[in-house]
């Protein structure tokens, strides 16, 4: 895609597909390896991501899974703080995007460390606040910021996701908000069907001409199709990796990163023609 983010000055460019490393600070995330809780083991994790070949470092601090009770805003702010402390000590110059629901705490990402980017979620089922009032407060709050901005849609179905996500575009734009990432939402409103009848028509979201971000790195989509377990889910991701890469995915947000770059330069040296819509 002819795309080109600005993120605080430096630009990241989607001429080919880039690769977001997923760093934790939650003791809960739905896969136990990813989880980082001392300075120690996300200074490693840090160094292990843009090492093996990643261009972006996710930080998370409030686990959004399905089953999961959200944190409050000051713990989730108390972790994200000291985490990001680190990443920017250890990585001064890396692309970070920061993984959080909160207009608040993207605020404090951002004000205070220098965030690149917002990875929104949306708010969980069982958060507090209604979903949208969440939403509209995040819009004003990112294009407020002048950083760029990931929309993930809940909905279940590739049409409902392109009208939801086409109407999140004209509402952040009438905002001012310039640079915007679509995430069609693996795992969040959906069976596991519906996942997978959106990733057959993945290629449709690039009506929108904005760049497409899949996180599906070891979900349940995969593991629950096999019956096996978050561990054993890396060879059914690498899998998807290849199908998504086919249908024009721009940002992979990973566990794996070594994987998921040797997918992205396997794919290059195929010269496989990404199917997309024109």
Aim: glycine residues 6%.
């Amino acid at each position: 895609m002819d795309y080109t983010l600005n993120c605080n000055g430096r630009l990241l460019a989607f001429n080919e597909p880039q690769v977001m490393g997923i760093l934790n600070v939650t003791p809960d995330s739905f896969y136990a390896d990813s989880r980082q809780q001392t300075e120690h083991d996300v200074a490693m994790r840090t160094e292990e991501i843009l090492s093996q070949g990643g261009s972006i470092i996710d930080v998370g601090a409030c686990s959004t899974r399905p089953d999961s009770e959200p944190v409050s805003e000051a713990e989730e702010a108390e972790r994200l703080r000291w985490a990001l402390a680190v990443v920017r000590r250890e990585a001064p110059q890396t692309i970070v995007s920061v993984d959080t629901f909160r207009p608040q705490i993207a605020r404090m990402a951002v004000e205070e460390f220098g965030a690149d980017i917002i990875n929104d979620v949306g708010a969980p089922a069982n958060s507090k606040q209604p979903i949208a009032n969440s939403q509209e407060n995040m819009f004003r709050m990112v294009s407020r910021l002048r950083v760029p901005y990931i929309f993930m849609s809940r909905k279940s179905s590739i049409r409902d996701i392109l009208l939801d996500s086409a109407e999140a575009v004209d509402q952040l734009r009438s905002m001012g908000q310039k640079d915007i990432i679509i995430d069609p939402g693996f795992g969040f409103g959906k069976t596991l069907e519906q996942n997978y009848e959106v990733m057959q028509h993945m290629e449709r979201l690039h009506m929108l001409r904005l760049p497409l971000l899949v996180g599906i790195s070891r979900k349940s989509m995969i593991y629950k199709l096999l019956q096996t377990n978050p561990e054993q889910a890396l060879n059914g991701t690498t899998v998807l990796h290849t199908i998504v890469l086919l249908k024009g995915a721009d940002i992979l947000r990973v566990h794996d990163v070594r994987e998921a770059v040797e997918c992205v330069k396997i794919m290059a040296a195929t010269k496989i023609t990404t199917h997309t819509e024109s």
